[in-house]
């Protein structure tokens, strides 16, 4: 018997109003008639959805439960996702326009937790930064919503997107323990390359994310609002952009930096992208990615420059065939890891000296302050401004440019040195992919590389390897090489990094600070006692070349100074630097000039000129070295060292003129104006590079 079409019933306000039992019965013959298609509550195309979301569903919890550890939680979780998923694909319901304009109000935020969660929890967020970070997710998801005019398709593609950009960022903090950052989309093809290398597992909170994104996405499915705007639809598409636009060039202001409180600890990226949130920590770093010519740089102008600095250089046209490399010392580098003198800060007294060794030498050699650009971390700065002679006070402020920035070849004391004769050696006793230094030693022109893995059974203190340790590696390398052979040595420690708040039982400090109070009292005493294992290394170091006859000069230096609550403890505000000193950021407190002193010593087994209290900077580092070296200068380092007789010092954060007045940024800036259309040139415009300029002939 075929089915009769039936129409929908309109109920009359008669039949409305009549008894229930009445009513009951007219339901009753509704109830009798055959179920249209449409009405249907389960179909063939529901059912068919609904197995395909089980299956995949189900198979990812499977995985899950393969690769993730024993101990993780809440796995229930993900057969309740699955069991929802299920019934929403399974029966066939529509939304009211109300519960659609919910779901479509929430969604945004909802998909930022989500995303968040693939790695941390929400709450450890900073207030600020969720502000913010909401605020994209609803301009995103408007933008989308204009462009495709349909509430579930919007969430449907805002979610898939930020939904596989979350995911991306778990597999790349899970292989690398960095996030993803901008610079990152300059080795995306590297990366491609290496990606079958790697175990893709999936934790049970990871798994739990991607099942409440399927199970979104099946609430979409259903979703049917439509917006009719086809004649404001492109100024509405138009609005929603420029909006969203705006607001992550706001996000990336320093105004925006300050009132929102992000975290700008640049030095630990995965802290910084779980205080400040994925979207909004990648939006912000874009900032660093471009940097702009500087007012009137042409290539007219650089062979101007290049000109009057290289007819001012009697060193020009060296090459390694004027050079006796036989006259010439081997030349040790130490960057010791967070190496400062705190009495900069304050007067405090200790039970016993800190530095007994390193203050007491006076006999060839040279002593004083160097100014770092960074506190508290962001090593990896100060090492560039040391090997390239570039400052970091042309490049935007919390800007890594190891990671952003050296992509090829770049001079460096190095590739000079190496150009020569002399073997360059890189050391550093942790990760090689810290600070991508694996491929930027390579680009600076290391010839050798030593890592963590290098040293054999090596001291550790606390949990990282010693400063003597490295040294012992350096005395080994020194007694393998050959009596003609020069080393350059270049070793970036471990043993002072932070934190200094745990208890280790295989390092007992022994300084302690007389009279002192406060929270983080004996982490500055743990930190004072690592300097005095610092001084006390250093000492057999130098011990041991006195007794060399080949010429050895080694230099050591600070790369910065521990962080805040370290020195905070003794920080009085003395004031030991002079007051000629333009300072960039506030100026005052924990932002002041005397925050980024460190010491720096440089000693010979042979004369050189002595010096006591000297201050500079790293960027003039090498040009003081390679003078008590005596290896001639490149026409660069000429320039650097003409320039440090009217500029003494500068970095990110303090520039001192010669006149002993002090300076504003116009000033500075006009003085400088040739220093940063080199740094343009040998950094960025590469293709142009006046590469003689920058090394030996």
Same mark, same amino acid.
């Given at each position: 018997?075929?089915?009769?079409?039936?129409?929908?019933?309109?109920?009359?306000?008669?039949?409305?109003?009549?008894?229930?039992?009445?009513?009951?019965?007219?339901?009753?013959?509704?109830?009798?008639?055959?179920?249209?298609?449409?009405?249907?509550?389960?179909?063939?195309?529901?059912?068919?959805?609904?197995?395909?979301?089980?299956?995949?569903?189900?198979?990812?919890?499977?995985?899950?439960?393969?690769?993730?550890?024993?101990?993780?939680?809440?796995?229930?979780?993900?057969?309740?996702?699955?069991?929802?998923?299920?019934?929403?694909?399974?029966?066939?319901?529509?939304?009211?326009?109300?519960?659609?304009?919910?779901?479509?109000?929430?969604?945004?935020?909802?998909?930022?937790?989500?995303?968040?969660?693939?790695?941390?929890?929400?709450?450890?967020?900073?207030?600020?930064?969720?502000?913010?970070?909401?605020?994209?997710?609803?301009?995103?998801?408007?933008?989308?919503?204009?462009?495709?005019?349909?509430?579930?398709?919007?969430?449907?593609?805002?979610?898939?997107?930020?939904?596989?950009?979350?995911?991306?960022?778990?597999?790349?903090?899970?292989?690398?323990?960095?996030?993803?950052?901008?610079?990152?989309?300059?080795?995306?093809?590297?990366?491609?390359?290496?990606?079958?290398?790697?175990?893709?597992?999936?934790?049970?909170?990871?798994?739990?994310?991607?099942?409440?994104?399927?199970?979104?996405?099946?609430?979409?499915?259903?979703?049917?609002?439509?917006?009719?705007?086809?004649?404001?639809?492109?100024?509405?598409?138009?609005?929603?952009?420029?909006?969203?636009?705006?607001?992550?060039?706001?996000?990336?202001?320093?105004?925006?930096?300050?009132?929102?409180?992000?975290?700008?600890?640049?030095?630990?990226?995965?802290?910084?992208?779980?205080?400040?949130?994925?979207?909004?920590?990648?939006?912000?770093?874009?900032?660093?990615?471009?940097?702009?010519?500087?007012?009137?740089?042409?290539?007219?102008?650089?062979?101007?420059?290049?000109?009057?600095?290289?007819?001012?250089?009697?060193?020009?046209?060296?090459?390694?065939?004027?050079?006796?490399?036989?006259?010439?010392?081997?030349?040790?580098?130490?960057? !010791?890891?967070? &190496?400062?003198? #705190?009495?900069? $800060?304050?007067? %405090?007294?200790?039970? *016993?000296?800190?530095? /007994?060794?390193?203050?007491?030498?006076?006999?060839?050699?040279?002593?004083?302050?160097?100014?770092?650009?960074?506190?508290?971390?962001?090593?990896? !700065?100060?090492? &560039?401004?040391? #090997?390239?002679? $570039?400052?970091? %006070?042309?490049?935007? *402020?919390?800007?890594? /440019?190891?990671?952003?920035?050296?992509?090829?070849?770049?001079?460096?004391?190095?590739?000079?040195?190496?150009?020569?004769?002399?073997?360059?050696?890189?050391?550093?006793?942790?990760?090689?992919?810290?600070?991508?230094?694996?491929?930027?030693?390579?680009?600076?022109?290391?010839?050798?590389?030593?890592?963590?893995?290098?040293?054999?059974?090596?001291?550790?203190?606390?949990?990282?390897?010693?400063?003597?340790?490295?040294?012992?590696?350096?005395?080994?390398?020194?007694?393998?090489?050959?009596?003609?052979?020069?080393?350059?040595?270049?070793?970036?420690?471990?043993?002072?990094?932070?934190?200094?708040?745990?208890?280790?039982?295989?390092?007992?400090?022994?300084?302690?600070?007389?009279?002192?109070?406060?929270?983080?009292?004996?982490?500055?005493?743990?930190?004072?006692?690592?300097?005095?294992?610092?001084?006390?290394?250093?000492?057999?170091?130098?011990?041991?070349?006195?007794?060399?006859?080949?010429?050895?000069?080694?230099?050591?230096?600070?790369?910065?100074?521990?962080?805040?609550?370290?020195?905070?403890?003794?920080?009085?505000?003395?004031?030991?630097?002079?007051?000629?000193?333009?300072?960039?950021?506030?100026?005052?407190?924990?932002?002041?000039?005397?925050?980024?002193?460190?010491?720096?010593?440089?000693?010979?087994?042979?004369?050189?000129?002595?010096?006591?209290?000297?201050?500079?900077?790293?960027?003039?580092?090498?040009?003081?070295?390679?003078?008590?070296?005596?290896?001639?200068?490149?026409?660069?380092?000429?320039?650097?060292?003409?320039?440090?007789?009217?500029?003494?010092?500068?970095?990110?954060?303090?520039?001192?003129?010669?006149?002993?007045?002090?300076?504003?940024?116009?000033?500075?800036?006009?003085?400088?104006?040739?220093?940063?259309?080199?740094?343009?040139?040998?950094?960025?415009?590469?293709?142009?590079?006046?590469?003689?300029?920058?090394?030996?002939?």
């Amino acid at each position: 018997m075929k089915n009769k079409k039936y129409k929908k019933r309109i109920y009359t306000k008669s039949e409305r109003s009549s008894s229930a039992k009445e009513y009951l019965a007219i339901i009753g013959r509704q109830l009798k008639r055959p179920i249209e298609k449409q009405d249907r509550w389960i179909d063939k195309k529901s059912a068919i959805l609904a197995v395909v979301y089980g299956v995949v569903m189900a198979g990812l919890a499977v995985y899950a439960m393969q690769t993730a550890e024993k101990s993780q939680e809440w796995l229930w979780l993900a057969v309740v996702f699955i069991a929802a998923a299920i019934v929403v694909n399974l029966f066939r319901f529509r939304y009211s326009a109300l519960i659609e304009i919910i779901l479509t109000a929430f969604a945004p935020a909802a998909v930022f937790m989500l995303v968040e969660s693939y790695t941390h929890l929400l709450s450890q967020m900073w207030e600020g930064p969720v502000i913010l970070n909401l605020i994209m997710y609803y301009l995103f998801f408007g933008v989308l919503l204009f462009i495709t005019g349909r509430t579930g398709m919007s969430i449907l593609i805002g979610s898939m997107l930020l939904g596989a950009a979350g995911l991306a960022n778990y597999f790349v903090l899970m292989f690398r323990s960095s996030p993803i950052l901008p610079w990152d989309l300059f080795s995306v093809g590297v990366a491609a390359t290496v990606a079958d290398n790697f175990e893709y597992k999936l934790s049970v909170r990871a798994c739990n994310v991607i099942l409440l994104i399927l199970l979104l996405w099946s609430l979409c499915l259903k979703m049917r609002l439509k917006f009719k705007m086809s004649k404001f639809r492109g100024a509405g598409i138009a609005v929603m952009c420029a909006a969203f636009m705006g607001f992550c060039s706001y996000v990336q202001t320093d105004a925006a930096i300050k009132t929102f409180d992000m975290d700008t600890t640049l030095f630990t990226p995965t802290v910084y992208y779980r205080n400040n949130g994925l979207a909004l920590s990648f939006i912000v770093n874009l900032r660093y990615l471009k940097i702009d010519k500087p007012e009137g740089y042409s290539q007219e102008e650089l062979a101007k420059i290049q000109n009057e600095i290289s007819s001012g250089n009697s060193d020009s046209n060296v090459s390694a065939d004027n050079i006796d490399l036989t006259k010439k010392p081997n030349i040790i580098v130490i960057m !010791n890891e967070a &190496f400062s003198d #705190l009495s900069v $800060l304050g007067d %405090y007294t200790t039970n *016993t000296e800190v530095m /007994p060794f390193i203050s007491s030498l006076s006999e060839n050699t040279q002593k004083g302050w160097m100014y770092s650009s960074v506190k508290g971390g962001n090593t990896a !700065n100060t090492e &560039f401004e040391f #090997l390239t002679g $570039l400052s970091m %006070y042309f490049l935007p *402020t919390g800007s890594i /440019p190891y990671q952003q920035y050296i992509k090829s070849e770049v001079p460096s004391l190095a590739s000079q040195l190496s150009s020569v004769g002399y073997t360059s050696v890189s050391m550093h006793p942790y990760y090689p992919k810290g600070w991508n230094r694996d491929t930027v030693y390579d680009d600076l022109g290391f010839e050798e590389k030593y890592f963590k893995d290098d040293f054999s059974n090596p001291e550790i203190l606390r949990t990282y390897i010693s400063d003597w340790t490295t040294y012992q590696k350096i005395i080994s390398r020194y007694e393998e090489k050959s009596s003609d052979e020069r080393l350059f040595v270049f070793d970036v420690t471990m043993q002072n990094h932070g934190s200094y708040v745990k208890r280790y039982s295989n390092f007992i400090p022994d300084v302690s600070v007389v009279g002192g109070s406060g929270t983080y009292l004996k982490a500055t005493e743990q930190y004072l006692s690592l300097i005095k294992r610092s001084d006390e290394a250093f000492k057999q170091l130098v011990e041991y070349f006195e007794k060399q006859s080949e010429p050895t000069i080694i230099m050591m230096f600070g790369d910065h100074q521990p962080a805040d609550y370290i020195t905070n403890v003794v920080d009085t505000g003395k004031k030991t630097g002079s007051n000629d000193a333009f300072v960039t950021s506030i100026g005052t407190g924990s932002d002041r000039k005397e925050r980024y002193m460190v010491p720096f010593v440089m000693w010979a087994n042979y004369d050189i000129n002595e010096s006591q209290g000297e201050e500079t900077s790293a960027n003039y580092l090498a040009v003081r070295l390679l003078k008590a070296a005596g290896l001639p200068l490149t026409d660069f380092q000429s320039y650097l060292s003409d320039l440090q007789q009217n500029v003494p010092f500068i970095s990110a954060h303090a520039l001192k003129e010669n006149t002993g007045t002090d300076c504003g940024e116009e000033e500075a800036e006009a003085l400088l104006k040739n220093y940063k259309k080199l740094l343009y040139n040998d950094l960025f415009d590469t293709k142009h590079r006046l590469q003689a300029f920058y090394s030996y002939e």
